[in-house]
């Protein structure tokens, strides 16, 4: 089963939450804070491996998390930092955010590429001490890691791509040109996914060569199958345009060459301008005048014209030389540059750790914040200073300002993710 698309949730892992702890050691005397910092969250990881063809994985797993950071201990031990988690994709798969469709990545390349990156550790205790505060009883507490849902794309890699109607031929010129296997019958979308052949020209020279299953007309509408592998096509530096020359099937070659590159240049105009080779396929079962009106009306507008016959390889030899030639002048397979994230993201992004909602009900006001709850974990309330700073907080998150806002006063109910207390001007 042939699967070039497919959606995911990755997140990476949260760090770890800093330590709160003494120094407790025998003949030493206020032996002060030594709790640790928390370890760094996983990140997530997309690598290219060439022993996957397809996205099928995807569809039976669709959520990846990477471990979080172990927490801080006492004597000033930093916890250990997650490993990162490496997801495996077929080369030319491409990354979107789903919410955006921006493009993360293009996975080419060998190059690992960090998609999503693990939070840091919170801070231990030891870090809170001052000359008035020499006790602290409070740490900070390790950072979200980032988490996306994203889209992945798969976009063959050839050099070539092979368009045309169903049951032109693609699929037997691609297997005695290459080692390609595909399935070849006398009927129509017998090739029902990609098929990649590498062709061999000399000893050190090769490229490689996509067999795309059949176009009909209105494929760039959704039409046929075809629309599901117009995307493999945008990565060829080079069309073969494969023509029935012979008509056996009640179709006009002429008609056949328009239809298809208007589909195309539908999907992609980009693909109309990509430089083009039409291979008239089954010749010899063609007349000597429909060969000859078909050449004349491709050479008119300028792209090399070839007669073969796959089925017998006549042809096919002086057609991969000039495929070859081609390619030499061409520059190297498309490559998608990761787009960047817009502004508006960014200071969204930014803003995110201090979102929160108040809502008032019967005297008591009810705080949103999820990000704080974190934070409260730390927080020993029995402990001043560590009350204090749960104080500046509240003030530097603006949510203390938003209650005055709302005509909070003195002894009013707060009820922050479900501590409650009362509020004291």
């Given at each position: 089963m042939f699967v070039d698309q497919a959606k995911i949730k990755i997140k990476a892992g949260d760090g770890g939450d800093g330590a709160v702890s003494f120094h407790r050691e025998k003949y030493v005397a206020a032996g002060g804070p030594d709790g640790g910092d928390g370890g760094k969250g996983g990140d997530v990881i997309f690598q290219v491996d060439d022993?996957?063809?397809?996205?099928?994985?995807?569809?039976?797993?669709?959520?990846?998390?990477?471990?979080?950071?172990?927490?801080?201990?006492?004597?000033?031990?930093?916890?250990?930092?997650?490993?990162?988690?490496?997801?495996?994709?077929?080369?030319?798969t491409i990354i979107r955010e789903a919410s955006t469709g921006r493009i993360m990545a293009d996975m080419s390349t060998d190059e690992p590429k960090i998609l999503a990156k693990g939070g840091n550790g919170g801070k231990g205790n030891v870090h809170f001490a001052t000359s008035t505060r020499q006790i602290p009883k409070f740490a900070k507490p390790g950072y979200p890691g980032e988490e996306f849902e994203v889209t992945l794309e798969l976009k063959l890699l050839a050099d070539v791509g092979l368009v045309g109607f169903p049951n032109v031929g693609k699929s037997t010129l691609i297997s005695v040109v290459s080692a390609a296997k595909p399935k070849?019958?006398?009927?129509?979308?017998?090739?029902?996914?990609?098929?990649?052949?590498?062709?061999?020209?000399?000893?050190?020279?090769?490229?490689?060569?996509?067999?795309?299953?059949?176009?009909?007309?209105?494929?760039?509408?959704?039409?046929?199958?075809?629309?599901?592998?117009?995307?493999?096509v945008e990565r060829c530096r080079l069309i073969v345009h494969v023509i029935d020359v012979s008509g056996i099937e009640g179709r006009n070659p002429v008609e056949d060459f328009e239809i298809i590159n208007a589909e195309l240049a539908k999907f992609d105009e980009e693909l109309a301008k990509r430089p083009q080779i039409v291979a008239a396929n089954k010749s010899d079962m063609a007349t000597e005048e429909q060969i000859d009106e078909l050449r004349s009306y491709i050479e008119d507008k300028g792209l090399p014209f070839f007669c073969i016959s796959a089925a017998t390889t006549m042809g096919t030899a002086e057609l991969i030389n000039k495929v070859s030639e081609v390619l030499d002048t061409l520059p190297p397979i498309k490559e998608f540059e990761p787009d960047p994230i817009p502004q508006a993201e960014l200071d969204e992004k930014a803003g995110q750790g201090q979102k929160f909602e108040i809502t008032e009900e019967d005297g008591v006001y009810y705080v949103e914040a999820p990000w704080i709850e974190p934070i409260m974990r730390t927080i020993?309330?029995?402990?001043?200073?560590?009350?204090?700073?749960?104080?500046?907080?509240?003030?530097?998150?603006?949510i203390i300002a938003k209650l005055e806002e709302m005509g909070i006063e003195e002894g009013d109910t707060v009820s922050l993710e479900g501590f409650e207390f009362d509020y004291v001007s």
């Open positions: 022993n996957f063809s397809t996205l099928i994985d995807f569809r039976y797993k669709r959520k990846y998390v990477a471990e979080r950071g172990q927490n801080g201990a006492a004597r000033n031990c930093t916890g250990k930092s997650a490993q990162p988690l490496i997801i495996k994709v077929p080369r030319g070849i019958a006398n009927y129509h979308f017998t090739t029902l996914s990609p098929v990649l052949g590498v062709v061999k020209v000399e000893e050190e020279k090769s490229f490689v060569m996509a067999d795309i299953p059949g176009l009909i007309e209105g494929a760039g509408d959704g039409v046929g199958l075809g629309h599901e592998f117009l995307r493999h020993n309330i029995e402990d001043y200073s560590s009350l204090q700073y749960f104080q500046r907080v509240l003030i530097s998150s603006g």
